[in-house]
DNA sequence: CATGAATGAGGATTCATTCAT
DNA sequence: TATGAATGAATCCTCATTCAT
């Protein structure tokens, strides 16, 4: 038992460091010896852990994974209405993306090279799936209490939501960040929340206002 | 002369074929010879083209940054207030994302390895820089002529929208798409516009009000 | 550790048969696979050795030089006058062309490829100051103390010296040798110490004999 | 006719271009193109000239040959004794190597690649045959007329004269030269005719003084 | 368990040569 | 005759993976 435990926490400070690795270096120009270097042990001890390069991402993916599953389920229990909830999610993947932020860009190299119907188990296609479904709900549920605009497609909303934030990760990747991270946050709620347009908002306001009135009379 | 050849012409032929190919194997997975095989021609041919890989990629970048620049300029142009001006620039962003879908696919796979600082001039930090700028400062506009929530964070938000933007790129790399083009830039123009919440937009048009009134007294 | 394998002797034993090869097929006509076949070895083995073709020439270059440098530093050590040393030395050069003799052929290649100045430490040139600054020092010595013929230019001797000693290796590098070895040792060290034609020698030492005349008087 | 003419010295003038560019960046450094640039014509071109790379050097060097032949020719002829003509022999040599400077700088490189038996007709083994031959005849007609020292062996005295020049030839292609070419052409001369030592020209001297008075008596 | 020496499949790139114009 | 576009054979080198110790 104790092995088996001292294997698995190895395979986790070899993952932990891989990850640093790639990031460094790029998925596919990271060599193993990088790895097992940087890991501090023999190139061959890395396939006692792991069958290849990809198994090490697998490994590290799984984790991040099942951390952003159990985050963003604890983030909305803590919540009452729809709205809260869609907030909290929102905010609990600002702070994923930063706890786990060289997991992100790895990911980016890894799986941005077309490598798309693979394997359904391991790609983000599943996490978006499963996401994407969560929040469609949400915004149906706040819609039908009347928190969340009727006037948006639940489907389209959810997509482009996550979308949204796969961008706030990939402009991370791409290029160093301009403004500070709590800014950044700060003008992804207030737009998520009420939009850029302030005419807009007043139309819609105002055009509300009426159908109270029709609702009302 | 020889054989006449355009070679501005047929260069532009490989490129675009080695677009393609990228982005069905990956940068790294395209082999010299999958590109020449796609384009018709022999290995050493495509060299007399590019002097190597990366330059194919190069060219096509420049290519598709300029397009891109032209594309904004001229949108922006059509448009009178600052806010349309923005509006025009989101509606371009997702036609020129459909546009160069596979250029787009292409460079989150290139730029995603961890190339960072390389060169100034290639690279996607350049198009952001640029970009930004541009909403940034259009976002001043908007708020000098109170058509934009004077609220928010000028460069932070440009860099939000940005991200935003590359984001639903990314996100139809990285999956396929389940939602059709359309009602996403509905719903990404709604959202923009006037947020998710109903709440909010309430509020704050409220907010408003009362100001009309204070400012009245 | 693993498989115990004197890294050092093995890059030895590559390089000294590299040589071979280089000097039966030519340093560019020689494959790396066929250094790799002719050592028994893989292909990729040789890279664990050496960074590329050119360093195994430079490693093995390296041994050649040390060799030369030791050896001739030896040979002049067990000699007490000035002569005796030129002579020791040429006697040296003979027997140094022999034991190196795939090397000597091998550098006539590489160094003949117009790559003149490219690094200092790695280049014949070096070898030739170095010996030529020793012999022109024992020319002046032996001129000096009345062995060595006064009318000699120290420097343009040592650079002929050397030249006709790499001339010795060269021909054999270029064509098939006609005479053996020694009897080409004896005709170079007769000529070296005497010259070719009679009446000069007779001339001189009378001369000579006139110079005791006018001294003495 | 002057077609015919037309070709040859076309033929001629990129023959003596291609051995500058040889000379330059090796033999196999140099590629055709650079050839084809150098002699302001197309790559195609070349290749009415000539067959292909190899035959540019064989052609080249058959004028080479013929030059050294008939200028030998011709300096012995104009000499009188064996000694003389040995002695115009090797001034011609240094003249030709001035004059050749580039041919002698490619032929080492080209000839120096492990190549040696592929062609009779076709390598310096065949100059060296015939110069050696002659200047072995020339110094036993010089030791039957006395002008030559009897204890040198013909053969292997010419095979080293002959060696001695190359190694003149190789010296300059291998290190920039120290000494002007005159003080290296009269050391040469003086070397060869009386040798360095002068114990060593005594001794023979007076040796023959002694034979003179045993002869004699 | 740990290791690193050995390996060869695989890929980018070069360049002499051909040949249609 | 002159040309340069096209080509693929040939070669260097990399690196994931294996395996003997």
């Known amino acids: 038992m104790s092995r088996s435990v001292d ?16 990031r460094k270096l790029g998925y596919h120009g990271a060599r193993m010896v990088d790895i097992a270097e940087a890991a501090g042990i023999g190139k061959g ?54 706890d786990w932020e060289d997991h992100c860009g790895v990911y980016v190299d890894y799986f ?16 978006y799936t499963v996401v994407e479904d969560i929040i469609s709900r949400l915004i149906e549920e706040g819609q039908a209490s009347g928190e969340i605009d009727r006037g948006l497609e639940p489907d389209a909303t959810a997509e482009l939501l996550v979308s949204f934030f796969d961008g706030v990760v990939l402009h991370g990747v791409f290029s160093e960040r301009r403004c500070k991270a709590e800014s950044l946050r700060a003008a ?3 737009l998520l929340t009420s939009g850029v347009l302030v005419g807009a908002a007043d139309r819609r306001a105002e055009k509300r206002g009426d159908e109270r009135f029709e609702r009302g009379g």
């Open 7 to 22: 294997k698995k926490e190895k395979a986790a400070r070899i993952g932990s460091t891989a990850i640093t690795v790639f």
């Open 112 to 127: 941005g090279s077309g490598r798309r119907g693979e394997e359904a188990a391991f790609s983000l296609a599943n996490i």
């Open 188 to 190: 992804a709620l207030r």
């Open 45 to 98: 001890t890395l396939y006692e852990y792991f069958r290849n390069k990809d198994e090490i991402l697998r490994f590290e993916f799984e984790r991040y994974f099942a951390a952003f599953q159990s985050g963003a389920t604890a983030a909305m229990a803590g919540a009452d209405t729809p709205a809260d909830r869609l907030l909290s999610l929102v905010h609990f993947a600002f702070d994923h993306v930063t």
